[in-house]
């Protein structure tokens, strides 16, 4: 099978793989190519706190939506009390 392939489905040999250090999207640390994040980072934190974030984006678009209602609202007043 062609080496994509493999790839894929995992079964890529592993003894050709150059296994680097990467560096924890979390704090920065370098680890071993395995982890996602430093040994350090306890992943249950991590997980609540991209829970917390994607509230806040939700919150942030609620907001961007009742601005646009109240941009619409002061729009309507302004015609209504001061038309052309």
Known sequence: ???PLLSIYGLESQEHK?????T???CGELNPRRPTY???VD???IEAAMR???EKAREVEELKMELA???ELVR???ERDFPH
Not at 18 to 22: A, G, H, K
């Open 52 to 54: 917390a974030e994607e």
């Open 24 to 26: 924890c999207p979390r």
């Open 18 to 22: 150059e296994l680097r250090p990467v």
């Open 69 to 71: 209602e109240l941009k």
């Open 38 to 40: 430093a040994s350090g």
């Open 76 to 78: 309507h007043l302004i």
């Open 1 to 3: 099978m062609e080496k």
């Open 43 to 45: 992943p249950l934190t």
